[in-house]
């Protein structure tokens, strides 16, 4: 869902409507949309006129690495590029907390996937107590006049997802690192201490999504990953397609 005003997070669904059939949405509908995500992709390449900038944002757990994983793995590889933001390293601390971040966007004719990003920026460094409350509502005007930027001066579209997960579904996933040998290489003991905030962080998103959403944010239910990435895939396709490309003429 698209936000548009004041948002609960506890009031939102973390789960698939009942009468949605999981069986034709993972075997039927999702192959149809990846293929169709992969050509319009190339079309974005061959024009080279459009960019999008995709923001992937969610607690520890959420599904963020498999979401890219899913709906990015039948895509052609030059046309997407996937960066991932962890804590800041040295050089990056020493300048403004978004020159890390506009390094990375995507130039005409490419994806852009920022698994984290400039929210967190204000996101974890409050929990934290990093930076004060009045700073961080500086550092989101900042990020609404960036956004701006991109959309308004380089043709670049910003889609904003947020995968919204329920703590018992998190500590499921947090749990399974510990156990499931596929999965242990995810285990970090930092992450069940974060999960101790969670109260916070939900209190931070809220804020985040009423005071930075000139872009729009989408609150996608994550606690069935074939049910996140069939919304993310749908949103990003409805807006490949909103681009009405063409493929150019030969060169003259």
Known sequence: MPVSKTVKLSKIS??????????????EVLPKMYAEIDELQNLLYAENKHSLLI???????????????????????NGV???SFKVPTEQELSHDFLWRIHNKVPPKGMIHVFNRSQYEDVLVTRVHDI?????????????????Q????????????????????????????????PSKMW??????????????RYM????????QCNAVPWHIIPSDQNWYKCYLVADKILKTLKSFNMKYPGLKK
């Open 203 to 210: 209190g931070y998103y809220e804020e985040v999504f009423t």
């Open 186 to 199: 995810k285990y970090n003991q930092a992450d069940l201490i974060e999960a101790q905030s969670w109260d």
């Open 131 to 147: 930076v004060s409350d009045e700073l961080a509502r500086k550092r989101m005007k900042a990020i609404n006049d960036f956004e």
């Open 55 to 77: 923001i992937i944002q969610g607690m520890d757990a959420s599904g963020k690495d498999g979401l890219v994983r899913d709906v990015f793995s039948h895509v052609n590889p």
């Open 81 to 83: 590029v996937v960066h």
């Open 14 to 27: 973390t789960r698939a409507p009942k009468d949605l059939n999981k069986v034709t949405i993972k075997e």
């Open 149 to 180: 930027l991109l959309t308004e001066h380089n043709n670049t579209t910003v889609l904003k997802f947020y995968l919204h997960i329920s703590p018992e579904e998190q500590m499921e996933r947090l749990q399974e690192r510990l156990t499931m």
